[in-house]
């Protein structure tokens, strides 16, 4: 089982680990096959329309339309001076209105709801009306509140491995669909990996924890991409001299890079920053195996400056000082 875990996290063919994810799913056992489906779908059943969820959006949406026709209103009546665009100050709010309006239910994939909350959290940290930031802030923590669940963490890779699986078979490979977005195959590993009965991957099958309750999983170590993205965010944060939204270590890293110079990069010498919506899962992996909380403007609080990069035996030795 190790030797195919490593074809799916490695830089095998696609077709070999199309045959290698088909041949681990044939192992399962009927209750491991139930739970893999059963998380696949948890983003669906979580925000459907009986859901605290969607409750709470269809709660904030009468609230959220007029505010959006108030600031399209304000940016009409904007004057003009010479060629100078008029209420630029407006345009940002207006477009995350609208976002959030179309945002429906129920979602499909993990990643939506961080999407959906960021921003919700740009609405809220502006000059927004304390009605719409009451509404917008019931929304934000049923979002919230899903996206510390155990099962968001595995959500997107179980979908991702389903879905593989109907695409292909041992002789056709990945079919591209312009419908389904870009995954990673160490979170398809890591979902196999984390069912109730399996050999989490790098763990001994002597390990009494590869039985554990999805619900314990929060305080299992994570794979190394896992732990590499988590590195990365602290290394943005040394940078910026402050605690920032995913989004914003993801844009810095991606600009700057790691500045290897003075030869502190560590661990993040060799690492290549994928995707934002991966970037975003491994983090959130990371951050429940070290029992933290994403960044949100309520409750920030200031990191000391500095340039030296966080090192990865530091976090190891926090986290078992605790």
């Known amino acids: 089982m190790h030797n195919d875990y490593d074809t799916l996290r490695g830089t095998a063919p696609t077709q070999e680990k199309c045959r290698t994810l ?6 399962l056992t009927d209750k491991q096959t139930a ?12 925000t459907d329309a009986d859901s605290k969820w969607n409750r709470a959006r269809e709660a904030a949406l009468p609230v959220l339309t007029e505010w959006g026709k108030t600031l399209r209103d304000r940016l009409a009546a904007a004057p003009s001076e010479g060629d100078e665009v008029a209420g630029l100050e407006y345009v940002p709010a207006v477009y995350n209105v609208d976002e959030v309006l179309g945002v429906g239910s129920p979602l499909t994939y993990a990643t939506e709801l961080a999407r959906v909350n960021d921003v919700m959290d740009a609405l809220i940290r502006r000059d927004t009306p304390p009605d719409v930031v009451a509404v917008l802030s019931a929304w934000r923590d049923a979002g919230e509140r899903l996206e510390g669940d155990a099962d968001a963490l595995q959500a997107d890779g179980a979908r991702f491995a389903c879905w593989v699986a109907d695409q292909t078979t041992d002789d056709v490979a990945l079919i591209a669909d312009p419908e389904f977005p870009a995954f990673s195959w160490d979170e398809v590993a890591d979902a196999l990996g984390s069912l109730p009965g399996s050999t989490p991957p790098g763990e001994s099958t002597s390990d009494d924890s590869s039985t554990a309750d999805p619900a314990e999983l929060k305080g299992k170590k994570p794979s190394r991409c896992h732990i590499l993205a988590y590195y990365a965010y602290k290394y943005a944060e040394t940078r910026l001299g402050r605690r920032q939204k995913d989004r914003e270590a993801w844009e810095y890293l991606r600009e700057h890079g790691i500045d290897d110079e003075k030869g502190d990069a560590g661990e993040l010498a060799e690492w290549r920053l994928p995707s934002f919506d991966t970037f975003a899962r491994n983090l959130r992996t990371a951050r429940a195996y070290f029992g933290e909380r994403k960044y949100t403007p309520r409750n920030a609080k200031a990191l000391p400056t500095g340039r030296s990069i966080v090192k990865a035996d530091e976090i190891e030795h926090r986290h078992r000082d605790k």
């Open 22 to 27: 088909r041949r681990v799913l044939r192992g």
């Open 35 to 46: 739970e893999l489906h059963r998380r696949a779908e948890w983003v669906a059943v979580a």
